[in-house]
């Protein structure tokens, strides 16, 4: 044995040299291998061969190999190390002392005394320490059995995720002790008992049991209790518990106790299938002892296919979105069920749609539930009860684009509750068709369109003309043109290539009295630099503009001549109308528009800038023809010079109606008062998504300030913690929930790192308000089984 060891010690130096010889006269081609993946085969497990390495060893053969100084002994996925070690090979058996080392899939484990049994990895380990290969935590023990290759249970088990630093008096941030803790590799679990938590200087949190997560996998139990205190509702405590139900389904169960309001329960069931998916929530309130009512919100989705056993007809597309609330006031007291329902337009819609090839139908049944609030009315939508369509279409057949759209739809509302409005219920059916001849060429583009849109309207109740019908037929022509000039330049020392492209866009519409129609869903759309190169400046199909325009504008790009990307855009256009408009929308509605007079419009000026990475802006501004004042102005400014660190600035003016400065940013601490350690951030950020190392402070924030009103009208400001093995958040948030009513909360978490998150979370509020924002831990990194490999 001894002999055949050191032979192959010789076999292996004249490969090596054999190795250096040959590199001397071509480069080694390293070969990619199965023998290091990253999880071991059961048949490796099995069969692998066991190696026995040591400076002194004594072989009984097929009986017994007693090895003495630096004793290591190898198999698949496992390396034992000591100072003695012996194998009892008929048993399979191993017995070890002194300065015991064991790596196990990534995994370490110390100890004095040592007895595995190596096939099925059973056995003990005295006085361990020990280090999880899942989620980097450590600790030590009494005793440490092995139950499996794949569980384990500690005995008097110390653990804590906080990184050991030098020093005798080193204590950790925060450490679970239990009396006993079991961990299951292959469910990537750790059940412990007897628990106690210390958190810094605090007294410790006694807890009979606790089970937690070695990685970010799904798997069922109770998730971290949820605290907190708003003004509507008091303060807050909330109980998840998560139930793994399959791979592709899981619910939430939810029970909060409210200081203000009583106890209320959320559920959440999701699913995922081959052909449809979705999820639904429910949030049941018996009894609040504010309104002293029931209070309950739904929200369910699902979307998917019907076969329908047809292969003619093929599958049926199926969506369907349900949203309902108790009352009105569910929207402001009920923020924590969901964006949807946190609003006061809930629509509920069935959708069966079927497709084959161009050809198109749809059939759709749609309702609303409108919240009022008795300070500010809204306008409820007309319901669809039903809406059905059909489209066709063909491009670049024979050059010619074309297509025909019909629809059909009944519209319904009760305007009972806004005084003043009658609702028009009826029916409303329009076919749009529409076809072009578009020439595009690299130097430019030709495109001329006729298009069709005929409408037909049955009331219920007849109309100011004492008809209860009515019909429509509009004919618009338009053309658009335009030209492309390019050439290469240097700006800054950076090759760069320029284009310059003129556009030129007419549409012409005759006049129709539209005046009595009802407005079913049409709306104004928002003049900038895309709509002005449009046919109709309604959304909708209640009025078409009588049109008699010519738009005139050009646009400047600059491209990056290395990679294309687009550094600079300059855009400025202006529409040219020929005769008055004549078309608005009902005079008695708040969003009513100007009709446009013959001449010039406003002029529109836009620019986008994408120097580099880090800095973004975008730029338009509406100056009015007649007084040359900024009308409207919207400027965007982003700049994200490194992962977390993003500032987001916005500034919104439409004159004589809103004001508005919007400032966003998350952004280190140490940056500001001049503490940055750019050398131990660049070594930290090497992990992405793993934040910037320990001991950082970031403060995180936005605000809508409303300059018209001089007040603030939305602000979130908040301070977030990096310890390394913990992080801590509060974050105040105030929203204005009406024109008289406000909403304030207190949000505040503790993540202990590989353990838990203890509070309500404001991660939410964070990504919702600050665009670009980071989790500190938003990509936990499983480690490789490789990175301690012996």
């Not at 300065?99 to 005295?126: C, H, M, P, W, Y």
């Not at 081959?274 to 309950?296: C, F, I, V």
């Not at 950076?494 to 407005?519: C, G, H, I, N, W």
């Not at 309604?538 to 325009?549: K, S």
Request: hydrophobic share 35%; aromatic share 10%; charged share 20%.
């Amino acid at each position: 044995m001894l002999t055949l060891r050191l032979g192959g010690i010789a076999v292996g130096v004249a490969l090596l040299l054999q190795g250096v010889a040959h590199s001397q006269s071509a480069p080694l081609v390293l070969r990619s291998s199965t023998l290091l993946e990253e999880n071991i085969s059961p048949r490796q497990d099995k069969e692998g061969a066991v190696f026995v390495t040591g400076q002194s060893l004594v072989v009984q053969p097929d009986l017994r190999t007693v090895v003495d100084g630096a004793a290591n002994l190898r198999k698949p996925g496992l390396s034992l190390r000591a100072d003695r070690m012996v194998y009892e090979q008929s048993q399979d058996v191993v017995a070890a002392s002194g300065g015991i080392q064991i790596n196990r899939a990534g995994s370490q484990f110390k100890g004095s005394e040592l007895k595995l049994q190596v096939d099925s990895f059973q056995g003990t380990l005295d006085q361990p320490t020990f280090e999880i290969f899942g989620n980097g935590a450590h600790g030590s023990a009494s005793q440490l059995e092995f139950i499996d290759p794949t569980r384990a249970i500690v005995h008097q088990a110390n653990y804590t995720t906080c990184r050991r630093t030098p020093g005798p008096d080193w204590l950790p941030a925060w450490l679970l002790k239990a009396t006993r803790m079991s961990i299951d590799d292959e469910e990537s679990t750790v059940k412990a008992e007897g628990v106690k938590v210390r958190f810094q200087n605090f007294p410790e949190v006694s807890i009979p049991s606790l089970s937690f997560p070695l990685t970010t996998d799904r798997r069922s139990g109770f998730l971290p209790p949820i605290v907190g205190v708003t003004t509507r509702n008091g303060a807050e405590i909330a109980q998840p518990y998560y139930f793994d139900i399959a791979p592709n389904r899981d619910a939430t169960v939810t029970t909060h106790v409210m200081s203000k309001r009583g106890v209320a329960v959320d559920t959440e069931f999701r699913y995922l299938e081959k052909d449809y998916k979705g999820q639904t929530r429910l949030n049941l309130m018996p009894s609040d002892t504010l309104s002293d009512q029931a209070r309950w919100g739904l929200s369910s989705q699902h979307s998917g296919s019907i076969d329908t056993g047809i292969d003619r007809i093929g599958a049926l597309g199926l969506g369907l979105n349900l949203n309902r609330v108790s009352d009105d006031n569910y929207w402001r007291d009920f923020r924590r069920t969901g964006l949807v329902l946190t609003q006061r337009l809930l629509p509920s819609t069935g959708v069966l749609s079927w497709g084959r090839g161009a050809f198109n139908m749809t059939a759709q049944v749609q309702r609303w539930q409108t919240l009022q609030d008795i300070n500010s009315t809204i306008l409820p939508p007309y319901d669809r009860t039903p809406q059905i369509g059909m489209s066709y279409g063909q491009w670049q057949a024979n050059g010619f684009d074309w297509s025909v759209r019909g629809d059909t739809t009944r519209f319904e509302a009760d305007f009972s509750r806004n005084p003043g409005r009658v609702a028009q219920n009826g029916e409303r059916s329009f076919v749009h068709t529409q076809v072009s001849r578009p020439w595009i060429r690299p130097w430019g583009f030709f495109t001329p369109k006729l298009q069709l849109h005929a409408t037909r309207y049955q009331l219920d109740q007849p109309m100011d003309n004492g008809s209860s019908s009515a019909n429509r037929v509009l004919p618009t022509y338009s053309l658009d043109t335009g030209l492309v000039f390019e050439r290469a330049a240097q700006w800054f020392g950076r090759s760069v290539a320029q284009t310059l492209e003129p556009r030129a866009f007419y549409a012409k519409s005759p006049f129709r009295d539209q005046s009595m129609l009802p407005l079913y869903d049409t709306g104004i759309t928002d003049f900038n630099l895309s709509t002005i190169y449009s046919e109709n400046t309604f959304v909708g199909n209640d009025r078409l503009i009588d049109n008699d325009a010519l738009t005139l504008g050009v646009t400047s790009r600059f491209f990056d001549s290395v990679n294309g990307a687009e550094l600079l855009r300059l855009g400025v256009a202006q529409r040219i109308r020929f005769s008055d408009q004549r078309v608005v929308l009902d005079n008695t509605l708040l969003n009513n528009q100007l009709a446009a007079k013959t001449g010039l419009s406003d002029l529109l000026v836009g620019a986008g800038v994408r120097w580099d990475n880090r800095w973004a802006l975008d730029n338009t501004v509406q100056i009015n023809n007649q007084t040359n004042d900024i009308s409207r102005n919207t400027l965007q400014l982003r700049y994200y010079p490194s992962p977390y660190r993003v500032l987001n600035a916005a500034y919104r003016l439409n004159r004589g109606i809103s004001e508005q400065l919007d400032l966003g940013w998350q952004w280190p601490l140490s940056d500001l008062i001049g503490r940055r350690n750019t050398e131990a951030e660049s070594a930290w950020t090497r992990s992405p998504g793993q934040g910037l190392g320990p001991d950082r402070w970031f403060t995180v924030g936005r605000m809508n300030f409303s300059m018209s009103e001089g007040r603030m009208v939305e602000s979130l400001m908040g301070l977030e913690y990096d310890a390394g093995c913990w992080i801590g958040r509060i974050v105040f948030e105030r929203n204005q929930r009406s024109i008289e009513t406000s909403n304030t909360r207190l949000l505040f978490q503790l993540e202990l790192i590989g353990l838990a998150r203890v509070g309500s979370s404001p991660l939410a509020a964070l990504r919702n308000n600050i665009p670009r924002y980071q989790d500190l831990r938003d990509n936990p990194l499983q480690p490789s089984r490789f990175q301690n490999y012996e």
